[in-house]
Nanobody, 115 residues
Framework: QVQLVESGGGLVQPGGSLKLSCAAS????????MGWYRQAPGKQREFVAL???????NFAASVKGRFTISRDNAKNTVYLQMNSLKPEDTAVYYC?????????WGQGTQVTVSS
């Protein structure tokens, strides 16, 4: 079993910043991809960003240039630095890890961007 625990969500004003963290624990062998998805009320879950074990990153067009993703492989932790936040970034953010061909998900952390 693999557990993913997110932290760092909260309420922030438009233009502000937040940093999310996700730590993986349990029976970890080799996590190929760690990343983030989000789900806004009434919408489907969507891809936000990912980082591969080889250092490749990818971002959704809506967050490119505002969000950065980093990863500490030794700690099995991935971070999402979110800058210039907009109200449309409001969502529950879920951590995702791909290991041995399986997807693992965290419980999610709420990010609310509002004045």
């Amino acid at each position: 079993q693999v557990q993913l625990v997110e932290s760092g969500g909260g309420l922030v004003q438009p233009g502000g910043s937040l940093k999310l963290s996700c730590a993986a624990s349990g029976s970890i062998f080799s996590i190929v991809i760690m990343g983030w998805y989000r789900q806004a009320p009434g919408k489907q879950r969507e891809f936000v960003a990912l980082s591969t074990s080889g250092g490749v990153t990818n971002f959704a067009a809506s967050v490119k240039g505002r969000f950065t993703i980093s990863r500490d492989n030794a700690k099995n932790t991935v971070y999402l630095q979110m800058n210039s936040l907009k109200p449309e970034d409001t969502a529950v953010y879920y951590c995702n890890a791909v290991m041995m061909g399986r997807d693992y998900w965290g419980q999610g952390t709420q990010v609310t961007v509002s004045s």
